[in-house]
């Protein structure tokens, strides 16, 4: 017996998907869209408010990695200066995340449009940082109502940036097969989802414009965050969560960095993970093919390739073991340190 959670979205999929966002906002009967970017997505920005109309209430485009509150907070008042009555979020997994965050608080609706492979518009879980602290949570509130996968959105999407985006969708999948809510139905995505994005992330990154690899590369992220969406997390993002948050390190490529070394910590103890993850790999050995793609696909080389300090380490086991999230096993500090250590230091 399993029981298996189905997130309720709605997916469009497709080369050309992101002229219909302003079909998807009519079905939810939007009228007053605040379109959602970082800075840099501000050509993005516009081109999905000119595809809105007078649908569009106005933009925002301070969204910023790990969600801080004082960005919820200026986008709030954004909110409330436009009268909005939802949001379009177009970028990765930060806009994304404001998005979440102004559904939580707010109860905004939103589409979104991602245009990286974070694979988060498939999950119930926001986080939000405070002072240096993430804090992150589950609320089925905050799921778009829909999400437009438009794989040409990815063509621009830079090789550093697309290979470690698609590692991070693959932790998704990675923890969701051990988790203590996995079913069958989980697994059959996460084997479908880390083949695809395993196979296309080399292709994509030597040549982004191979429109074949970036929709299969797109449609793994879909599926890797499907799987995390129907599970809970476990070490590996705990891990992740508190290195971004009290380090202010970037999302992608920490969780590129840290997922082959908690592969090798936990897959040992969980041998039908294993399994699924050496077909999809068609690997032996499941930490060591992470490594490589890694490595193919330009993943920095350990925690200090991002500056961190190793002293900071101490305080993130610490953290870690402040509020440890479940997992196959129970981590000790020692065994922290040494993951951390090997995280830290990079190289095979």
Known sequence: MFVHDAQPMRVVFGAGAVDRVAEETDRLGLRRVLVLSTPRQGALAARVTALLGGR?????????????????????AAVAATGADGCLAIGGGSTIGLAKALSLRLGLPSVVVPTTYAG?????????TEDGRKTTGRDPVVLPRAVVYDPDLTHA????????????????????????????????????????????LPVVVADGTDADARSRALEGAWLCGACLGATTMGLHHKLCHALGGMLDLPHAETHAIVLPHVAAYNLPVVPEADAVLRRALDTDDVAAALRDLARQVGVPDGLRALGVDHADLARVVDEVLAAPYRNPRAPTRGDLETLLEAAWRGGS
């Not at 925002?60 to 709030?76: I, K, L, N, Q, Y």
């Not at 988060?120 to 939000?128: F, V």
């Not at 998704?172 to 084997?191: F, I, M």
């Open 56 to 76: 569009a209430a106005g933009t925002f485009d301070g969204a910023r990695m790990h969600v801080p509150v004082t960005s919820v907070a200026a986008a709030e």
């Open 120 to 128: 988060s518009e498939m999950t119930p879980i926001w986080g939000l």
């Open 157 to 200: 999407l830079p090789a550093a940036v697309s290979g470690p985006s698609g590692l991070n969708a693959i932790a998704h999948a990675v923890e969701a097969l051990y988790a203590p809510d996995g079913t069958p139905v989980v697994s059959a995505l996460a084997e479908r989802g880390v083949r695809d994005l395993a196979s296309a």
